[in-house]
């Protein structure tokens, strides 16, 4: 490995740290969309900032482009509240146009500018390593290195002195209110945090893969736990896992940096969807597959504690008179028989004491409309699941 | 090039004939299907899908090897209707809210597609150049067979549009409804959603993965200023949207160094611009006239209230009382004064005012009359 490729990747890592803090708060306070709102709307802040500085790196540029993000939320909001369209149609309104002029300007200026949009989008992580930081002539390392790890330390002091303030006022706003922590100021400093993150991280990356690394590590940590510490340590874990495999793939297929990381974020979203244990698509899948049977069960019972007539209960019966088909009936048959709430006599069907005890249960339960106490009385009488 | 000269120029000149064509269309058929994608709250849908489609159309070039226009967008329309899905599916299974699933789709797909063209840029084949304007459009290369292309869409989807009027409609503003009335509201869902991928997959080539959500969000949300009414919100959105491409165009071609598809954008917001503050029921203009209005109204009744209750107390009700005793806190002003007199509700004498007959009687009846009218 050589010096640029160890740089390139603390960059990535860098990039993907400070997106993942504000990206978990955006994910849990349903803002994602604003970050794809801001990473494109800050466009025509960076062509302005770069008019007056002529340079890429400079301070004054990132505070400019910031401040182009904070006015988009801050339109989006007025937009909102004009109550003319919708929030979503309000957002998807303001940032192409805000863009658009954006491309405009460099278009109009295109020989004046060294600045490429696809080069906005995209970014070059690969050049990063090229744009030193010299002080009197001694090498101090990349200049987007020094960027985006100042931006982290603020970021990160922020958060630790504001933890508890984000938090309360990210599930309960109301009360963040009546306890005097202002959710206005909270909204937009975490609304300045993360557009100076976007502008920051978009020459290293991009525009589109600083939305893919606030959203995707954050909405795949929230589908594996919903403790708030627990979730921000583990989105900022994905983000530099796939910010280091990422750039291994690009290495390894010749392509871009940015379209590489966030493929791998892609690809650990898409397993952390199908397989969270118990939020994953496969998880839920099955688990509704097993209350439809459960409850298919119940029915069953019902039926059989209020019919005494042998007609009702014989096995064939059953079928037509429940109107399940025949796999399905065979399915809730073996349950019942499996945890022996039945009995099957000359296919006669009755039900065992511990079947009545249940089904006794059961119905007080439905009677008294706590549907919800029928889930725990399953650990108590199942044996098997369904 | 001016635009006096665009416009002369439009009829003769092939490359101008096509490409205003084109936006013309473009913009209709997107106006068109983004009225159902405002009012159905799947604005950022559009963005969405658009970012997600950009894979597709590297896929089907890394396939087929081809650049035809038609074979790329097949292949951004199976992307879409993927990453649609896939949204759908976030939404429906996971405790993951529509924002983070459009979020996530958007620059996971696009981050893909990217991959995916930076790859194909390193290939020892000649024929790469010319992806990346999928990027951001390019309406220049639109050719007669492209507008064809988008004439027989916008004609089927207008004809879909029209043959399942009553369905869309009814799914739009009450769900639930229809399904108790036996739609198959699912098939309904599917059928407009695609044919939301379809309109903006037609518009990639013109105006671009990136601001194609624009396309169809702007007519939508200027035309919906303007009415209450579906059919005339539809037509409405079709005819801003086509406007904005024939303008975008002419725009653009008359000034050196603009390329069309953010001038489009940009024109269909100066449409929405407008709408959002002139339009007559629910512009900003007239709100704030209207709200203006109502306080002065407001302030009129209380004065008069006021002055009924000290003419109350008097048995002469056109007693002379100071205009002293009135003041701001009872919505006092000199103009709703002389509005009064010009009402002839009171009438002044030097620096008195006193209550007429007629004043009296309508104040009396000044609160009988709202709750009449609540009634």
């Not at chain 1, 309104?93 to 658009?100: A, E, Q, T």
């Not at chain 2, 044919?195 to 949300?221: H, R």
Request: a neutral charge; charged letters at 15%; hydrophobic letters at 50%.
């Amino acid at each position: 490995m050589s010096s640029a490729q160890i740089e390139i990747q603390i960059i990535a890592s860098l990039v993907a740290i400070a997106c993942a803090i504000p990206g978990t708060f955006l994910v849990l306070r349903k803002m994602a969309m604003i970050s794809d709102a801001i990473s494109h709307s800050i466009l025509p802040g960076i062509v302005v900032g770069f008019f007056i500085t002529q340079d890429l790196n400079s301070p004054l540029l990132i505070l400019l482009a910031a401040l182009t993000g904070v006015i988009t939320v801050v339109l989006v909001e007025y937009i909102q509240k004009t109550g003319l369209v919708k929030e979503d149609t309000a957002i998807g309104l303001v940032f192409p146009v805000l863009f658009s002029i954006g491309v405009i300007m460099i278009a109009k200026n295109a020989n004046d500018i060294h600045l490429d949009i696809d080069a906005v989008l995209l970014g070059e992580l690969a050049f990063a390593p090229f744009d030193r930081l010299l002080i009197s002539g001694i090498d101090f390392g990349p200049k987007s290195l020094w960027i985006i790890g100042s931006i982290l330390i603020i970021t990160i002091a922020l958060l630790l002195t504001f933890f508890k303030e984000l938090k309360l006022s990210t599930f309960d706003k109301g009360l963040a209110a009546s306890l005097g922590f202002s959710p206005v100021i909270i909204h937009y400093g975490l609304m300045t945090v993360s557009s100076i993150t976007t502008v920051g991280a978009f020459d290293a990356v991009g525009a589109i893969l600083v939305v893919a690394l606030m959203i995707a590590p954050a909405a795949a940590a929230y589908l594996l736990t919903t403790d708030l510490k627990k979730m921000l340590i583990l989105s900022i874990v994905f983000g530099v896992l796939s910010a280091i495999s990422g750039y291994w793939f690009a290495h390894w297929l010749d392509a871009s940096i940015a379209g590489s990381i966030t493929t791998m974020l892609g690809l650990l979203f898409l397993i952390v969807y199908l397989f969270a244990p118990s939020k994953g698509v496969i998880a839920v899948i099955y688990r509704e597959k097993q209350q439809r049977t459960e409850v298919s069960l119940l029915t069953f019972l019902l039926h059989l504690k209020n019919h005494d007539d042998e007609n009702e209960r014989h096995v064939n019966h059953l079928n037509e008179h429940i109107n399940w088909q025949k796999v399905r009936s065979k399915t809730v048959l073996d349950l019942a028989l499996k945890n022996n709430m039945i009995v099957i006599d000359k296919n006669i069907v009755s039900l065992t004491p511990k079947g009545d005890e249940f089904t006794t249960q059961a119905i007080d339960y439905i009677i008294t409309n706590e549907d919800t106490q029928i889930e725990g009385m399953k650990d108590d009488f199942f044996l098997f699941r369904g | 090039m001016d635009i006096q000269e665009y416009f002369s120029l439009v009829f003769t000149d092939y490359t101008l004939r096509t490409i205003t064509l084109g936006t013309a269309i473009l913009g209709a058929v997107t106006g068109m299907l983004g009225s159902f994608a405002v009012l159905r709250k799947q604005s950022l849908l559009g963005d969405a899908i658009s970012h997600a489609a950009l894979p597709g159309i590297a896929i089907s070039f890394l396939i087929t090897g081809a650049k035809d226009s038609n074979t790329l967008l097949l292949g951004a329309l199976v992307s879409g209707l993927i990453g649609t899905f896939w949204i759908r599916g976030i939404i429906t299974k996971t405790h993951l809210k529509s924002d983070t699933a459009l979020g996530l789709i958007l620059s996971l797909f696009f981050g893909f597609g990217m991959l995916l063209l930076t790859f194909i840029q390193k290939q020892p084949n000649a024929n790469q150049a010319g992806l990346d304007k999928y990027l951001f459009g390019q309406a220049a290369t639109l050719v007669e067979s492209d507008v064809w292309m988008m004439a027989i869409v916008t004609g089927i989807c207008l004809f879909v549009l029209l043959l399942f009027w009553k369905e869309f409609k009814i799914l739009l503003f009450d769900k639930d409804y229809a399904k108790t009335l036996g739609f198959n509201s699912k098939a309904i869902d599917i059928l407009i959603t695609s044919f939301i991928v379809l309109a903006i997959v037609l518009g990639l080539q013109t105006v671009g993965v990136v601001l194609m959500s624009a396309m169809l969000l702007a007519p939508a949300a200027a035309a919906r200023q303007w009415t209450n009414s579906l059919a005339k919100m539809v037509f409405l959105a079709a005819l801003f949207g086509a406007f904005s491409g024939v303008f975008g165009t002419a725009i653009s071609a008359s000034q050196n160094n603009l390329s069309t598809g953010p001038v489009i954008v940009i024109v269909a917001a100066v449409f929405v611009l407008i709408s959002f503050v002139f339009s007559p029921s629910r512009g900003l203009l007239f709100k704030q006239i209207r709200f203006i209005k109502n306080r002065r109204d407001l302030e009129l009744h209380k004065t008069l209230a006021f002055m009924y209750h000290i003419a109350e107390t008097h048995e002469n009700i056109s007693h002379p009382h100071e205009i002293k005793i009135l003041n701001n806190f009872h919505g006092f002003t000199k103009g709703t004064l002389k509005k009064l007199v010009e009402k002839n509700y009171v009438t002044l004498q030097g620096s008195t005012w006193c209550l007429t007959n007629e004043g009296f009687k309508s104040a009396s009846n000044l609160y009988n009359q709202l709750t009449q009218q609540d009634e």
